[in-house]
């Protein structure tokens, strides 16, 4: 439960894109045509979003079987292989175990990524159209509008409430022991402990979210448009970042660029993590954040290119 209401939203706005994206032109000739709605809806719109529905499987896969935080918190007993990953590392000290268990998370997602890609080429199909024209056909009937209503609100409540109890646990002293309202949690928080990582925290972010962006849909543009033979595995490569547990991740960075690297004597890439590290290991932070966070851009920027036709770009370029 915790691990769907914490991934759905990946899916929700890789598909939000893709169906924004969708021509209404196409539902209206398949209606001028005698089909009905169910049809339509069966041999129109769902082969148009099958890319985006196995690239999300994919994603959220990756995602559900990498999490580390879920599990450790709320797992009890029950362990997970990113749990294990991070206990050989920081209980056991034993790299060499950490990235055995890391392997072991690879092959279930080289697995499904082999299943994806077959699936996504086989079935899916692309949309000649560029701009959407048409005008969207609204959901008419009462009980459809009410079934999904009550979904969605079921759904938003959940989330509402764990959100909300985090919040509410802010103002109180010790939550579920005593209730009573404070606010010296965040006198603490914000009376000096807490404002360095605060600034820290967010001018880091800010650097690796563009980034991420750009480095995501540039590696998907390549795949899509560009690289003709091993795209396959470039996209696999552009997945991996979130194939490991990201405690994992940092553990490789430090250990990789502890030194710097040097090739024939010659520096070729400072020395980012550890004590001497350039910029206090910030460069390092923000490599790790791009790693992890491009893979949902990739995923993104595929299926949208996977449903546009490449003839509108060379229709562009002739022009």
Known sequence: LVLTLSFFPIAYMNLLGMLRSLDPALDEAGSS???NKARIF???T?????PGFAGSFLLLFIESIADLANPIIIGGNYTVLASRAYMAINGDYDISLAAGYSSLLLLPALLVFLVQRYWAQKKSVVSVTGKPSGRPTLVTSKGAK???LSVTGLVTTLIVMVY????LGAFVKIIGVNNEFTLDNFRYLLGGFANGAIRTTT?????????????GMLIAWLVIRKVKRGSEALDFLGMLGIAVPGTVIGIGYAITYNDPVKISGVTVFPQVAGGAALLGGSIAIVMVYIIRSSPAGQ???ISMLQQIDPSIEEASASL
């Open 42 to 44: 069966r041999t129109v």
């Open 299 to 301: 995923r993104s920027g």
């Open 33 to 35: 045509l005698g089909a």
């Open 46 to 50: 769902l082969p148009l979003l099958i």
């Open 164 to 167: 909300a109890t985090v919040i």
């Open 146 to 148: 009410f079934f999904l």
């Open 203 to 215: 001018m880091l972010a800010l650097m690796a979210t563009p980034l991420a962006g750009i480095f």
